[in-house]
């Protein structure tokens, strides 16, 4: 069986999160999860491919997710490389988060994302919780008289987590042990803490995920779907606006994440994309 490793999200050709990519070939969902667990990618993804019609799945080293950013562009890229779909065009694909657009442009494939939904609040208790796991003073944290973090998802719940400036978000270190258990306790994936900076870049962004195997990971597509929809509800960023995001630079690996928000019958929607590179073709021994 072959699969191929893609760099997804690169900056520059640059950097980008690796995912394998392998066409299912009706693999049972255990025999998936062995897989992935073997590859050990941050995610792997499973295309069935019928035609114009896709079904993806997903797997980190311990489990399954219902969506990610990150496969499904690098998937694409595969497609295309397989010329199973063309430029310029939009598909959908079946995913556990939904049935979801993919857009295929020149050289850069937007998805969808899964509609907004806030999760429960945070208590201040368990703010100040969070704060201790990740070793940030509660006096660096930038609340800016209204930015709180939040629970939210556009395909997976997170925690975003809005940082004073780039010396704190490059600061962070969590005690996973710790972070993998709260996370449980609030149903979330992890936490993706961003800063706004005044630069070139709309935010830049760390994300950990130690309850699903992934203690850092350096571009995370569904994660920056929900940081866009928090950044567009708080009136920090407008509708149709191109957004861009600078994560993995903690782990010298940057890599960027584009994003829009869009109405649609006065309807949110939220686009995350970015480029690509095929690493290689390799074949599952």
Do not use: W
Not at 36 to 44: G, R, V
Not at 156 to 165: E, G, Y
């Amino acid at each position: 069986m072959k699969y191929y490793v893609v760099d997804a999200f690169t900056y520059n050709q640059t950097g980008g999160n690796k995912a394998a990519i392998i066409f299912d070939n009706n693999l049972s969902s255990e025999c998936k999860q062995s897989i992935a667990k073997e590859l050990n990618f941050s995610e792997t993804a499973f295309v069935d491919c019928q035609e114009n019609n896709f079904t993806l799945s997903y797997y980190t080293p311990l489990e399954e997710v219902d969506l990610c950013g990150h496969a499904t562009i690098a998937a694409f890229e595969v497609l295309k490389s397989l010329n199973k779909v063309k430029n310029h065009a939009e598909y959908y694909i079946n995913t556990k988060a939904g049935n979801l657009k993919v857009h295929r442009l020149e050289n850069i494939t937007f998805m969808e994302q899964a509609p907004p939904n806030y999760g429960a609040d945070l208590s201040k208790e368990d703010i100040s919780k969070l704060y201790q796991i990740l070793n940030i003073p509660a006096s660096s944290m930038d609340y800016n008289n209204y930015l709180t973090p939040s629970i939210l998802s556009t395909g997976l719940f997170d925690i975003v987590l809005p940082v004073k400036d780039l010396q704190t978000l490059n600061s962070i270190k969590p005690n996973m042990k710790d972070l993998a258990e709260f996370s449980k306790y609030k149903s979330v994936v992890g936490v993706h803490a961003f800063t706004i900076a005044k630069d070139n870049f709309t935010a830049h962004c760390r994300n950990f995920a130690p309850l699903y195997g992934i203690d850092e990971e350096c571009a995370t597509g569904t994660s920056n779907g929900a940081l866009s929809y928090y950044l567009y509800d708080n009136g920090i960023v407008k509708e149709d606006e191109m957004l861009f995001y600078l994560q993995g630079e903690a782990m010298n690996n940057p890599s960027l994440v584009q994003a829009q928000v869009k109405l649609i019958n006065n309807k949110p929607k939220v686009l995350v994309g970015g480029s690509c590179k095929i690493i290689n073709e390799y074949r599952l021994i």
